[in-house]
């Protein structure tokens, strides 16, 4: 089958036009991944804001006594 010049150059413009959809959409579908994920990034900085701003209960710390004895009593193996 041999093409006519009008048809090869319709043929051409159809191929460049399916090209440059499919470049939109890859483009729109980035585009759309790095929007969720910065909207994830600003959630979690939130959350890590908001624990860092927290005041930590203070827990009640047992002070140790000095170990008495000798060193086979203290660890006996």
Known sequence: M???PSTLAEAIE???DVEASQKVKARK???AYMV???EELRHEIHNLQMNQAK???A???TPAEPLQ???NQIMPY
């Open 2 to 4: 041999i093409m006519g």
């Open 14 to 16: 159809a191929a460049m």
């Open 29 to 31: 579908r980035d585009q």
């Open 36 to 38: 969720n994920t910065m």
């Open 55 to 57: 005041p930590k209960s």
């Open 59 to 61: 827990k009640q710390v």
């Open 69 to 71: 004895g000798t060193r």
